[in-house]
């Protein structure tokens, strides 16, 4: 039955995967379409073509290796000495074998000198290229909202879980009291395990961390704390201890290692799968991304604990990065998990959502092949074309991009030898959630 539902959770994310893929290709075909640029192929996948139709002047096909996707569009790059012109695949790893200028110059037909990539205006191709990254962070922010408001994040709560029978630094690490030990401030008040906290010194609490602010800063203070018991509301009074506590960041985590003198009431919050609210899940969100750009950030400063944790036999961080086959394990370890169908479920959402979020990101450097690269370029043509504008120089002209493909080969090869010692890493070391 393990094996099954292993099976079926890789079957969940591949199956997101691959809309995912199509979903950022689709922004990339319908800007295109829309400005009048001719797209010979919609591509999802990589390698022998499973199925395939042509509709209009556009073939539609799913490829056998779903780790990528591409359109095609006639004129990525303006001609070069020669005159020649060339269609561009928007994918970076074709983009690694086909020549910049050549690779698909007998594709063009007739009337195609109207409706060339690098004949639009700079904002046009930036509409674009930014549609397809664009349309992996609205998807993000869709699941993302599905499951913050739809199913709620697993939390803390104000329902009370255990009582600490006196005040511990939590630096010392030890849950034994000793008899220099006080009581702790819920103790001594008659707290009880299930009983849940309705209000702290006269003001509603709905969630831990706004009880846990107001506990914080109430040190040394005499408190009424209203509590709900078996549906009676009850009034205990409390002094709040001054403890050393650990240390929380702005989002209201715990900051491993880190301690600070605080109020200390004494108790361990209940866990609870709480739904939030569209101001909360913004916040949410809003945190996840500057996670995010932090982790993007970090990534070079990642490769040798990977490269340990290959060949090495070092442990593997939780943190570290993930490829395509890690994210599908994981998503078959979600649904081995002892939990609820429904949590299974979006926790597997929640993956894939934290994929398109990663997959806007990491598009989104100005980089060639990337997205991002294709961006920089037209907007550097923009602020040539500009300057000349106001100087009255002549209209420089397109900002031919080709002339980076060095540039773009070398950034492409890096990207293939990390995503092949993710690959090994996610083979024979992987992340593992349970």
């Not at 996707?69 to 070069?80: A, D």
């Amino acid at each position: 039955m393990t094996s099954l539902m292993m099976i079926l959770g890789i079957v969940v994310f591949v199956i997101g995967l691959l809309v995912s893929i199509a979903w950022h290709e689709l922004g990339h075909l319908s800007t295109a379409k829309l400005f009048g640029i001719r797209v010979p192929q919609y591509m999802v996948g990589f390698g022998p073509t499973v199925w395939s139709r042509k509709k209009g002047e556009t073939e539609y096909g799913v490829k056998a290796v779903p780790l990528g996707g591409y359109i095609r569009m006639i004129g990525m790059f303006p001609p070069g000495e020669d005159g020649r012109i060339t269609a561009r695949s928007t994918s970076p790893w074709r983009g690694m074998i086909e020549d910049a200028r050549s690779a698909a110059f007998e594709e063009l037909q007739p009337g195609d000198e109207s409706r060339l990539f690098y004949t639009r205006a700079p904002w046009k191709r930036i509409i674009v290229m930014f549609a397809g990254p664009f349309m992996n962070l609205i998807l993000a922010v869709a699941l993302f909202l599905t499951v913050l408001m739809g199913f709620g994040l697993q939390q803390q709560t104000t329902t009370v879980s255990s009582i600490s029978p006196c005040v511990i630094a939590q630096s010392q690490n030890r849950d034994t009291c000793k008899k220099s030990d006080p009581a702790s401030p819920a103790a001594a008040a008659g707290m009880k395990p299930g009983d849940r906290i309705v209000s702290f010194d006269g003001v509603r609490t709905e969630d831990w961390n706004t009880l846990s602010d107001r506990i914080r800063v109430s040190a040394g203070k005499d408190v009424p704390v209203v509590v709900d018991r078996h549906g009676r509301e009850l009034t205990l009074h409390a002094r709040i201890a001054t403890n050393q506590v650990a240390k929380k960041d702005s989002s209201g985590a715990y900051v491993q290692g880190q301690y600070v003198k605080a109020g200390f009431l004494g108790f361990s919050a209940a866990t609870g799968v709480v739904k939030q609210d569209f101001g909360q899940s913004v916040t949410w969100m809003t945190d996840r991304v500057g996670d995010a750009v932090d982790s993007l950030a970090a990534l070079p400063s990642k490769i040798p604990a990977l490269w340990n944790a290959v060949f090495d036999g070092a442990p593997r961080a939780p943190d570290s990065p993930m490829g395509v086959v890690g994210a599908a394990r994981v998503g078959g370890e979600i649904f081995t998990l002892d939990i609820p169908p429904s949590q299974q479920l979006a926790m597997a959402v929640m993956l894939v959502a934290g994929f398109n979020l990663s997959l806007f990101l990491f598009n989104m450097l100005p980089l060639l092949p990337l997205d991002g690269g294709h961006i920089a370029g037209a907007v550097w043509e923009a602020l040539r074309r500009q300057v000349a504008r106001v100087l009255r120089r002549p209209d420089p002209g397109p900002f031919d991009v080709a002339k980076l493909m060095p540039v773009a080969y070398v950034v492409a090869g890096i990207f293939v030898c990390f995503t092949l010692l993710v690959l090994i890493a996610d083979v024979v070391n992987p992340v593992r959630i349970s």
